[in-house]
């Protein structure tokens, strides 16, 4: 007789955390990628698109994008590390 019981890691699934700010964090328990969403619904829908940038979907951030954002193009080294970084 087969056995239909599945060996299922702890490491898999997702967590779900209530925030205080009625907001609903998931979070993949394999990979630790988390993200929120005001339901359970948007949630997993905005961890799915975080997991698919994680595994290296999406477009790379351009200069123009940066423009576009407001946000300076600061070139390395323009600033001294914080003492934590050196």
């Known amino acids: 007789m087969a056995s239909a019981t599945r060996d299922e ?3 898999e699934g997702v967590e779900f ?3 205080d ?3 609903i964090t998931a979070r993949d328990l394999e990979t630790g990628v988390a993200s929120f969403g005001e339901t359970k619904t948007e949630a997993l829908r905005m961890l799915a698109e975080a997991l698919e940038l ?3 979907g999406g477009e790379p951030v351009t200069d123009d994008d ?3 954002w407001g946000i300076d193009d600061a070139a390395s ?3 001294k590390l914080p003492e ?3």
């Open 66 to 68: 940066l423009e576009e």
């Open 77 to 79: 080294g323009d600033k």
């Open 21 to 23: 700010d009625g907001k």
């Open 84 to 86: 934590f970084m050196r």
């Open 54 to 56: 994680h595994e290296g």
């Open 9 to 11: 890691s702890p490491e």
């Open 17 to 19: 955390i209530h925030e």
